[in-house]
């Protein structure tokens, strides 16, 4: 896997022969989008 951060965006690169390219964005404590066709979100916790 490979990836790159630009602000406030994740982009992740997989190396498994397929096109998905997961976007995730950060905001505060918490990274949202879709992987794999699912949404996640993740939440830092304290």
Known sequence: MDG???GNTIRL???NDT???PLLNVKGGE???L???????LRRVK
């Open 4 to 6: 790159a951060v630009d």
């Open 13 to 15: 690169r997989f190396d």
């Open 19 to 21: 096109d998905e390219t």
């Open 31 to 33: 990274i949202t989008g």
């Open 35 to 41: 992987l794999s066709g699912t949404e996640i979100t």
